[in-house]
């Protein structure tokens, strides 16, 4: 008897709905063996902000705040998650970033069904590797993100760094007016561009914040952008700071002057506070994200020496002699689906000559690639546009190799800014068994084409 992917899918959630009744909340909380500290209660649900004095914005959340409340992890630890729709569509949480199991990705009809408002399910799984990550819905995206249903994961080194201070700066920009309503998440004008933008940014749901910092300390600054399209063309004026992680991934500790963060990607940054009340400015190329403020002032006569660099994280090293070569080439197309006009018909982007089509589940049994389990892969990533798409990776992470527009000290990574007319190279290990989505992190682009999916067997 032969079953189907959905029959599978709801098998599995109706397990995990019967076992969830039956154990309680308290009971799952407090499992042996397992650590407290990593056991969450999560819920999304709507939320009024005031995003601009003296208007209500009727945004979404998790954990009641949006960005969403502030998850963290141990590297080698189990994650465990009890998460409740509070919301009045459907919806998932993928773990942006993680080497999970497909079952946990979060991705509707391939690693779960959607969950229905009032719907619980327990997201449990090993966390890997070290780094900031982050964690959002996908379903709906462009409204469920642009609402603001977007948080951020920390995964703490499985022992201690030399780092003794940490902010975590999320950036977003709202889709909002002058009174705070929202304006449309995708214009399709936009979407067959560069991709629609918000009008309002912040940082950790504030336009130009203070953030204090301890003077004289070195302090690690963890920056996520969880926006829907904005790239970020980061400088930090007013400190020294170095690079120590890219998209939760440790490398050589290199000088910071500045660096394009594309939308899904993250930057760690170890920065030496002044000693005494300095400006220091957070900036997105000319234009002020937020100020640092320095609190107290030191004493130390002498400048404490940079953090040693932050140990790699246990990803597989691809063979780059035996590796399978493969292109993908990411091309605008300007095309419309057979009911066009209604959200999300619209298809401006394909991989390999082919648009995804959120609303034809057929287009999962038509993996761009079928790869084969511990075998290496080298990438070959084409951008035939005028457009920047960071391109992101369910479930593995990639090696940036090379790049025909600038020089690259390879790098483990799980989503790469793919610049206009760039070509890059990226290797890996299919070592993670699963249909795995692979996509452009800008959402309307995602959402009128640029997705397609790897099946690892």
């Known amino acids: 008897m032969s079953i189907s992917r959905r029959q599978l899918l709801m098998g599995g959630a109706g397990l995990a709905g019967l076992a969830g009744l039956g154990a309680g909340v308290g009971q799952w909380l407090q499992r042996p063996s397992l650590d407290p500290r990593y056991a969450y209660q999560l819920s999304a649900a709507p939320l009024d902000l005031e995003l601009v004095p003296g208007f209500i914005t009727q945004a979404l959340g998790y954990g009641g705040q949006a960005p969403g409340q502030l998850l963290r992890a141990k590297q080698g630890e189990r994650l465990r998650v009890r998460f409740t729709n509070q919301l009045e569509q459907a919806t998932t949480i993928h773990w942006h970033g993680i080497r999970l199991p497909i079952e946990m990705d979060g991705v509707p009809y391939v690693s779960q069904l959607p969950m229905l408002p009032g719907e619980t399910f327990d997201y449990d799984f090993v966390v890997p590797d070290a780094g900031s990550y982050w964690y959002h819905p996908h379903k709906a995206s462009g409204e469920q993100l642009g609402r603001g249903l977007v948080g951020p994961l920390i995964v703490d080194e499985a022992e201690p760094t030399e780092f003794q201070h940490e902010r975590v700066l999320v950036l977003k920009n709202w889709h909002i007016d002058e009174q705070g309503a929202f304006t449309d998440f995708s214009v399709p004008r936009e979407a067959a561009r560069g991709g629609t933008r918000g009008r309002l940014s912040t940082v950790n749901g504030q336009h130009l914040p203070s953030i204090d910092l301890p003077a ?150 038509r993996p761009a690639a079928r790869l084969r389990l511990g075998q290496s892969y080298i990438f070959e990533m084409r951008n035939l546009s005028q457009y920047q798409h960071p391109i992101h990776i369910h479930g593995m992470t990639f090696k940036v190799l090379s790049s025909n527009r600038k020089a690259i000290t390879p790098y483990f990574t799980d989503t790469y800014l793919l610049g206009r007319n760039e070509s890059a190279k990226v290797a890996l290990v299919a070592d993670n068994p699963g249909l795995w989505m692979f996509h452009c992190h800008v959402i309307d682009h995602m959402e009128t084409g640029l997705m397609t999916a790897i099946e690892v067997a």
Request: charged letters at 20%; aromatic letters at 10%.
């Open 216 to 365: 004289g300390e070195i302090v690690r600054l963890r920056v996520l952008n969880l926006d829907n399209t904005v790239t970020y063309r980061l400088k930090l004026a007013g400190a020294d700071s170095r690079i120590y992680a890219l998209d939760g991934n440790p490398i050589v500790p290199v000088p910071f002057k500045e660096y394009w963060l594309g939308p899904g990607m993250r930057i760690d940054l170890a920065v030496r506070v002044p000693q005494n009340g300095a400006a220091v400015v957070l900036r997105d190329g000319l234009f002020r994200l937020a100020d640092f403020v320095v609190q107290g002032s030191s004493t130390a006569l002498v400048q404490a020496p940079w953090p040693r660099a932050l140990p790699a994280n246990p990803v597989a090293e691809p063979d780059l002699q035996r590796a399978e070569r493969l292109t993908f080439n990411f091309e605008w197309v300007g095309g419309l689906s057979k009911s066009a006009g209604k959200t999300g018909d619209f298809s401006f982007w394909q991989v390999n000559g082919v648009a995804w089509d959120g609303n034809d589940r057929s287009c999962l049994d």
